[in-house]
């Protein structure tokens, strides 16, 4: 009988860690509507850096809608740190901030509530940032964006 309730326990912990797989052994996200959702959306930008032109993907949250609203947006953006360029927007946008963990090239946030983000290089920071997106291909982007501050044309593709 005790074999039978540790062979049920056993069978029981293998349904509950397979039944949120999909077919192809990836987990399924579990969509959130909330402020903070990081759900990628259909919403593309294009971001232009003097010559090299750059797609990005808005996730679907309040902070990037309002970012998106602002479209097209030609600004100049301030070196910082060696690894990004920011900006400072007059007025706050909505925020849902997190600690930013791992930051990757192309990570598009928002640094308290009004200071827009662009990060070139891979890091990892306790800083907290409201996430905007991400550029699809950023290939190429550190270079582009260059060492001082640099003028950046974002729109809406």
Do not use: R
């Not at 579990?30 to 003097?50: A, E, L, W, Y």
């Not at 990757?104 to 200071?115: A, F, Q, R």
């Not at 920071?125 to 001082?148: F, I, M, Q, R």
């Amino acid at each position: 009988m005790k074999s039978l309730v540790i062979l049920m326990a056993i069978l029981f912990t293998f349904y509950c860690c397979t039944a949120s797989c999909s077919k192809d052994g990836e987990t399924t996200a579990v969509q959130n509507n909330d402020v903070g959702n990081t759900n990628p959306s259909t919403s593309k930008m294009k971001i232009t850096i003097g010559t090299a032109v750059f797609t990005a993907t808005l996730y679907d949250n309040p902070s990037a809608n309002a970012f998106k609203a602002k479209l097209p947006l030609t600004i100049n953006m301030t070196e910082l740190n060696g690894n990004e360029k920011y900006y400072d927007f007059p007025s706050p946008l909505p925020t849902s901030a997190s600690v930013g963990g791992n930051i990757k090239v192309g990570d598009l946030t928002l640094y308290e509530n009004n200071t827009l983000v662009l990060f070139y290089k891979n890091f990892n920071t306790s800083y907290s940032y409201t996430k905007l997106g991400y550029v699809d291909n950023p290939t190429g982007l550190a270079s582009a964006l260059g060492n001082g501050n640099v003028v950046v044309k974002f729109e809406n593709n």
